[in-house]
């Protein structure tokens, strides 16, 4: 799944669901050591481990 989201989605906005009413949304700054980092808003992050992500997809 890294290297997936590395591949089709590192620089670009997206939509990440992680179940429930967890839906994060922002820029995919870095994707390392089963952690995805959004930039939410400028100079605002949320690291989100990979093995809590349902579905990613471009917003």
Do not use: P, W
């Not at 990440?16 to 100079?43: H, M, P, Q, S």
């Amino acid at each position: 799944m890294q290297s997936f989201i590395v591949k089709n989605f590192l620089g670009k906005d997206v939509a990440v669901y992680c179940g429930g009413i967890l839906t994060f949304r922002g820029n995919v700054k870095a994707c390392t050591d089963g952690v995805l980092t959004l930039e939410i808003t400028d100079k605002r992050y949320s690291h989100i481990s990979i093995s809590k992500i349902i579905t990613i997809q471009k917003d």
